[in-house]
């Protein structure tokens, strides 16, 4: 394994020395660079240095151009305007970095971080007993993605799926089966997702409905609230059978979204049972939490309701209930004491953000977050309709998330069906190429968004060969492994000494960006830069196509290769990009 320094940094380096060589009263300078339109790239740093040494910004520019060392990096350099430096790379220098990428096998040059730590993703978060819906998607898909990343970039990862597990709601539900014992049972023993959540919400509404008829029913039920949270074996039991039978359908929704979930990272909101009531009393006695008219609660200078007066977080209801902070601030606990974690992320939902703003003060208060160990949101938006509406269904309820994935799967199928007589696909590669293609289309369409904003779910926007979409870069991946496949006996090979045409420097230099590119995304928790980077790529790509042939007879057998060359890596960094994303990238399309 052996990481490659970017060309930009290399470049970033050397006009670094030069301003210290040429300008030494400047001390260490920026060189400010950046791609530009205009060369390869852009220097722009002299301008405020010349204001800061009083001097002409053009003569200091043309002092740098002098120091610069004459190698195989620079091929051009041009003053232009008040002291830029367009600054134009060899051919040379761009084919040997990419073969040095291209040698380092699926890591492509990446490296991986000098001192690694500890992050923990909270993600994808279903409740117990209760089917996911589209409002789900968000948080399980950015939360894979961010996971791929940062393992890929060397942190060490810890997943958790803090799933709502606890509370009253389970008083009713277990009361209902101890009542009716057969409810959860399947014929022939194990159950599909399907007839796992058909029973589930079999349960959830037959023991709603006897709990606001049956006065006595729900008595029994609030008694059993009582036994749930002393730790009762019995009624644990009854309690663990709703937990299981939703793990059977959680991982069948999660199969579909092509995302592994495994059984140790499911952390719910029972794992921290034992912990809520020291929490409590170490937030009471360091004077973090005071009594409030019974209740335990943290105040806040900045945070006030509509009439002015503080709004607090609970920690401890006044008869004695734990409310969703005691059992956060207890994860927080356990992830930084116990994981040893130093990073906390969340991928939950904006309209949540006043209550982890919270959360995260009060665990700094407590001392259990600090300079060193750190904890933020990853904030995302509300998936909307085409009308710009939350997502709903024709009658006004939420979108179940597993007939949004069969749909997408359904439509991509199609897509891919008109494609496949051309293609020569088989029917099973027509059925799978549809998973891929339409799950990888609603992922794409979450993560080439930008968390934040709410985006519009547009399938038939989703699964288009044009434009923005997951389906373009699978074609463009699929059409680079075709052209590998109809060289024959010609081999990717590169040839730095060939001078290399516009759109081939193009394309070498977008991809000599993917380093950079993975280690801001995973420094700002931003996958959208991933997808617009990969984006971008494979419009590099259609570029060198039309602009370049690649098995052209009339080419030299050096330039066919050195195309093959360009055309392999650039199938492999979309391969890499897309996994990193939790996107297949089938072999033929």
């Known amino acids: 394994m052996a990481s490659v320094t970017s060309l930009a940094s290399t470049l970033q380096q050397q006009l670094a020395d030069a301003l210290t060589a040429a300008l030494p009263e400047a001390g260490t300078a920026d ?76 890591r492509l040059g990446v490296p991986l971080k000098a001192a690694a730590g500890t992050t923990v993703i909270d993600y994808a978060q279903p409740n117990v007993a209760k089917e996911m819906h589209v409002g789900h998607l968000r948080s399980a898909v950015i939360g894979d993605a961010m996971v791929q990343i940062l393992e890929f970039t060397g942190e060490n990862v810890v997943r958790r799926h803090h ?13 209902y089966l101890f009542e009716h014992p057969d409810e959860l049972k399947h014929e022939g023993g194990q159950a599909d997702g ?33 036994a749930l949270q ?28 092509d995302m592994e979930i495994r059984d140790p990272d499911i952390v719910g909101e029972s794992g921290y049972n034992d ?8 937030l009471e006695e360091t004077g973090v939490a005071v009594r409030s008219e019974g209740a335990l609660c943290v105040f806040f200078d900045d945070v006030k309701g509509p009439d002015g007066n503080p709004v607090p977080l609970i920690v401890k209801k006044t008869n004695g209930g734990y409310g969703y902070a005691a059992t956060d601030l207890s994860a927080i606990r356990d992830r930084v004491q116990n994981l040893k974690a130093d990073t906390l992320v969340y991928v939950v939902d904006a309209r949540q953000s006043l209550h982890f703003k919270m959360v995260f003060e009060t665990a700094r208060r407590a001392g259990w977050l600090n300079e060193d160990v750190h904890a933020h949101q990853l904030a995302f938006g509300t998936v909307l309709g085409k009308d710009g509406k939350p997502f709903k269904t ?7 998330l597993e007939d949004l994935l069969d749909e997408a799967v359904e439509r991509a199928t199609a897509v891919v069906r008109e494609k496949a007589v051309k293609v020569g696909l088989s029917e099973d590669e027509i059925v799978e190429n549809g998973r891929y293609v339409g799950v990888g289309a609603v992922k794409y369409a979450d993560l080439s968004t930008s968390a934040v904003r709410d985006y519009k779910f547009d399938l038939d926007q989703m699964v288009s060969l044009n434009g923005d979409t997951s389906v373009y870069l699978q074609y463009a991946y699929a059409r680079s492994r075709s052209i590998l496949r109809k060289a024959g ?89 897309m996994r990193l994303l939790g996107i297949r990238t089938p072999e033929r399309l």
């Open 31 to 106: 060189p400010l660079l950046r791609r530009s339109d205009r060369a390869d790239f852009q220097a722009n740093g002299i301008l405020a240095l010349a204001k800061k040494l009083k001097g002409n910004p053009r003569e200091l520019a043309s002092q740098v151009t002098a120091a610069l060392p004459t190698g195989d990096l620079i091929k051009d350099v041009e003053v232009s305007g008040p002291g830029f430096l367009n600054v134009t790379l060899t051919d040379g220098a761009i084919i040997r970095t990419l073969a040095a990428r291209a040698a380092d096998g699926d």
């Open 230 to 257: 002393a730790g009762d074996p019995e009624t644990l039991a009854h309690w663990q059978r709703f937990v299981d039978e939703s793990k059977i359908y959680f991982y069948s929704v999660f199969n579909k979204l």
């Open 275 to 282: 912990m809520l009531e020291e929490t409590c009393r170490i």
């Open 194 to 226: 399907e007839a796992a959540m058909s029973s589930l919400n079999r349960v959830y509404k037959a023991s709603r409905v006897l709990f606001d008829s049956d006065e006595e029913f729900k008595a029994r039920s609030r008694d059993r609230v009582v």
């Open 394 to 400: 024709r009658e006004g309820t939420t979108v179940r």
């Open 163 to 175: 799933i709502g597990d606890w509370g009253t709601q389970f008083g009713m539900l277990i009361q």
């Open 489 to 577: 006996e010609a081999k990717p090979v590169a040839h730095p000494e060939l001078e290399l045409a516009p759109a081939e420097r193009a394309l070498g230099l977008h991809l000599d960006q993917f380093g950079e590119v993975l280690a801001e995304v995973a420094s700002e928790c931003e996958p959208h830069k991933l997808a617009a980077y990969l984006y971008q790529l494979a419009s590099h790509l259609t570029t060198f196509y039309d602009q370049c042939h690649v098995l052209s007879e009339e080419n030299p057998a050096e330039v066919v290769e050195n195309r093959l060359f360009l055309v392999e890596l650039t199938a492999r960094t979309l391969h890499q990009g």
